[in-house]
């Protein structure tokens, strides 16, 4: 069942592409059109540098990805499963035990479907809202560092890519097709999770972007490898090894902003850090409140049926469902949730099958959570006493139960009127863009990197900070 990995075709992949011709030519004719949109929608200015990228070239632990200069058009975006070293049981939902699913169950394809081209639409949606950063890059370790997590996010467009089209016939097709037309923020043709039609238009968007929203895909892919639809599990399997990098990207990115700025405070005679032409710490805060709460809306809401649904089906699990969980049917529990009844907070209970975006939610909590204690602990050896904090989960919620009402960071219930005269002390908005937008201009001689942010503690790979990551310039 596992096909090797063929590198010297039109399309690199160990899905046995060679012997499948109605697929492989399905997937050659829709190439040309994902590279129109590439070449429309890409970091098209960027087009003839030479990028230092790591491309994938197998699914061996060790070794799986190559790294060398590349002209980001002429990328070798792959298609790649985790092979299965034996027949894989369903381990999520009512039908525990059996065999997995190779193909498609006509009960469960609308389902599928859906799932598949809402985690698809995502990808291409973040590469349009970071499409011109590469203008304003604080080095050439991290300009490297966008696109090599924008030609990855194309990757992974092409893993759903062919979940569509060897699985889902003339509809799948036709999704694939959609995919290419969407446009991030685009009123008449939007993406289809909020999150991902809001602008990225400064670096510290970007970082915050590829910490909080990156890390929804951390845990959507998470749930998504536990599914009984086995081709879909091995895919989002493989896209995680890639994913964690992302990761790595936003998580320190955002400390080495966090860094600068405390070193800026102390230099200024009034602490005052804008006038050092750095990021103050109440403009970082507002920023993680932004995209943090933008993206706790990705989990869908709180009590959904959908979810309920998915997880009874066994499309889609808990995070490590199979390592953390001995109970895999969740007909017992219950979850214990905030809800709002006559004006004001109380706690309902909810069967743990209907609550299972909330369970995700809350790993996902927890590990945003980690991470802000980390930046907090680099505050307190920087001897700075601010500290950083993410804002309740009820805080400015467009998805869900908490959607139709107001709340502070702290959770409390407030009116419209007291949110809209916070709004700009709470939120990154307008004024925070334009100051950020003066500050961010490009730095590109190798190993410098300009004075809002710190360098990073090491090179990529076996590379210095001084290496020149991107090259080739005009
Ligand atoms: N925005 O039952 P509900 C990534 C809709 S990120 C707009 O509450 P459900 C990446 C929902 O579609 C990971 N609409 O929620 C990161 C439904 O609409 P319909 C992406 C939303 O279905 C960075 C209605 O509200 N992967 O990989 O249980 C860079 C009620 O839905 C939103 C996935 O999302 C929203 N935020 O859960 C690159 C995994 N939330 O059908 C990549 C696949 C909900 O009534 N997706 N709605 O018209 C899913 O599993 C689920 O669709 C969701 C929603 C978790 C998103």
């Not at 990808?123 to 080095?139: F, I």
């Not at 091995?234 to 405390?262: K, N, P, Y």
Request: with cysteine; hydrophobic share 35%; aromatic share 12%.
């Amino acid at each position: 069942m596992n096909a090797k990995v063929d590198l010297d075709c039109r399309i690199p992949n160990n899905v046995g592409l060679a012997d499948d011709p109605k697929v492989r030519r399905a997937l050659e004719s829709w190439q040309p059109k994902y590279l129109d949109w590439w070449h429309e929608m890409g970091p098209t200015d960027f087009e003839p540098n030479d990028v230092w990228l790591r491309t994938a070239i197998s699914v061996e632990a060790d070794g799986w990805a190559h790294y060398d200069y590349v002209k980001m058009p002429d990328y070798r975006w792959g298609i790649f499963l985790t092979p299965r070293e034996q027949e894989a049981m369903i381990h999520v939902g009512d039908l525990t035990g059996t065999p997995v699913w190779n193909e498609v169950p006509g009960e469960h394809r609308n389902a599928l479907r859906r799932i598949i081209v809402t985690q698809a639409d995502t990808e291409p949606a973040s590469v349009e809202q970071q499409r011109l950063l590469g203008h304003s890059a604080p080095s050439l370790y991290d300009m490297r560092n966008l696109f090599q997590v924008n030609v990855e996010e194309g990757r992974h467009l092409w893993a759903m890519a062919y979940l569509l089209y060897k699985h889902f016939g003339k509809d799948g097709r036709e999704e694939a097709e959609e995919l290419l037309e969407r446009r991030s923020g685009n009123p008449d043709k939007p993406r289809i999770l909020g999150a991902f039609n809001q602008p990225c238009s400064n670096w510290l968007s970007f970082f915050a972007f590829t910490m909080f929203t990156d890390r929804d895909g951390k845990f959507q892919l998470a749930a998504l490898r536990e599914s009984g639809f086995d081709p879909l599990a091995r895919s989002c399997d493989f896209m995680l090894t890639e994913e964690a990098f992302h990761l790595f990207v936003g998580e320190t990115g955002l400390a080495r902003i966090i860094q600068r700025s405390a070193e800026l405070e102390k230099i200024d005679p009034e602490g005052d850090v804008r006038r050092q032409g750095g990021i103050d710490m109440a403009t970082i805060q507002r920023t993680i409140n932004y995209w943090f709460s933008y993206c706790l809306d990705l989990f869908g809401g709180e009590i959904s049926n959908n979810a309920a649904t998915y997880f009874a089906a066994g499309l889609k699990g808990r995070f490590k469902e199979g390592e953390r969980y001995s109970d895999h049917l969740a007909l017992e529990g219950m979850y214990r949730m905030p809800v709002v009844e006559n004006e004001r907070l109380t706690v309902r209970e909810v069967p743990l099958r209907n609550a299972m975006n909330e369970v995700l939610r809350d790993e996902y909590i927890k590990d945003c959570e980690r991470a802000v204690k980390k930046w907090n602990k680099l505050l307190a050896e920087l001897d700075s006493t601010h500290r950083l904090t993410l804002p309740s989960r009820r805080f400015h919620r467009h998805q869900g139960l908490y959607a139709d009402f107001h709340f502070d960071p702290a959770g409390n219930l407030i009116s419209a009127a007291e949110f809209e005269a916070k709004r700009g002390e709470w939120l990154l908005g307008p004024d925070d863009e334009r100051y950020l937008a003066s500050i961010m201009k490009p730095v590109r001689e190798p190993g410098k990197f300009a004075n809002w942010i710190a360098p990073p503690s090491h090179g990529l790979k076996s590379q210095t900070i001084e290496f020149e990551y991107v090259r080739n310039f005009d």
